[in-house]
């Protein structure tokens, strides 16, 4: 893409190269109707701060970000009216998620398993998602418990 050569070409902040990589995601998303606008990517990046502050998670890049726009764009759920709207709760969701399972899932395998979720039993709703997820995170936590218990003895 043209716009992204001339923006590589020049020293770009942290946050302008957020941006740059974002907006091209563009490219392959608009193929299911869904564009994000700078003005989005901001909404968006501001969502994905606070959810990190209100979980007390750190996040060096934005890969989770790219993950979930990439995996969710193809949902036929989604659309261009709530796709910013969708994101923010896709954050919200998955940080929550990874607190409950303590980390010991993937990033991509959780995004993968969300967007399952959603297109399926959820037939795209975000608030039955989320009802969903927090029923796989106390089932994923009474598993990890058991399995402790059942090596508790072995040291």
Known sequence: MFLSRIFNSIQLSPQSKTMVEL????EKTKEH?????????????VSRNKVLRDHGRIEL????TKGLIE?????PYMDQD???DALNELHEIFYYL????????????????????????CA???????SKMEEFAEKFRRDMIR?????EGDE
């Open 23 to 26: 907006l091209e995601l563009n």
């Open 33 to 45: 109707g869904l564009v994000l606008t700078p003005d989005d990517v901001k909404t968006v990046m």
């Open 61 to 64: 890049g934005i890969e989770v």
């Open 71 to 75: 995996v969710f764009s193809s949902s």
């Open 82 to 84: 709530h796709y910013v």
């Open 98 to 121: 990874r607190n409950e399972t303590e980390d010991k899932i993937g990033d991509a395998k959780l995004i993968q398993l969300m967007k399952d979720y959603f297109d399926g039993s």
């Open 124 to 130: 795209g709703s975000l608030e039955l998602l989320r």
């Open 147 to 151: 399995q402790e218990s059942l090596f």
